[in-house]
Every structure is written in C-alpha cells, then in structure tokens.
C-alpha cells in the first residue's frame, strides 16, 4: 500500500498465523514459539518459567536481566479486563516497552489484552 506522500509501498506487518481473527494458543511451548518468533528473541529459562509456568521470578541478576520485559509479555498475554497502563506500570520507559511488545504480539496474530489508560 502507498503512504500517499511519497509513493513508496509500505510493508504489512508480519502475520505468524494466516488467520483473519487472532489465534487464542493454551500450549506454553508453541505459545513460547510463536512469542519469540513475533519478537525476534528467544526468552530465557527464567524468563519461559515466569511467562508460561506462573513461576516466581527465579532471576537474581538484578538490574537488566529481563523481568519487565518478561513482566510486559505475561500482562500483554493474560486474560481479563483492560488493562489501565498508568496503574500498572510507574515509569513512560515501561509503558513503551509494554506498548512495543503488546503491539508487535498483536501484528503476529496473537491474542492480547485489551489496554486503556
């Protein structure tokens, strides 16, 4: 499709599943798949057990090991009512990882929850 200013096509987000309604995935290991494939990553062992497993945080690394990125996954995946950013996360640099994510998972055909502010 054009973007009407300079011409040039622009790329259509990549679907992992080719489906018209978002694929709803109960198994953690394809579920873990599709996650990584939608975000070019490939989660820790901390970070399956966390997300897939409602496992505590086992990580002891502190700072950088990847428990708010691990904790953005597992919210833009749960289930239940929408969820209001500014009540769950304290800082805008957490909110934009969460919105990068959620958006990407969502783009790939993977059921999110819905969010508000």
């Not at 995935?25 to 409602?54: G, S, V, W």
């Amino acid at each position: 499709m054009e973007d009407g200013i300079s011409g040039a096509m622009e790329a259509e987000p990549m679907k992992i599943f080719d489906r018209r309604e978002p694929l709803k995935i109960t198994n953690p290991e394809i579920q873990r798949i599709a996650i990584e494939k939608a975000l070019n990553t490939t989660l820790l062992p901390d970070q399956d057990q966390y997300i897939f497993h409602d496992n505590d945080w086992l990580m002891s690394r502190g700072a950088g090991a990847g428990k708010t990125y691990a904790h953005c996954i597992k919210l833009a995946i749960s289930e239940g009512e929408p969820l209001r950013l500014r009540e769950e996360f304290s800082s805008d640099y957490d909110i934009e990882m969460f919105i990068e994510l959620w958006q990407k998972l969502k783009d790939a055909g993977i059921v999110v929850r819905r969010i508000c502010w």
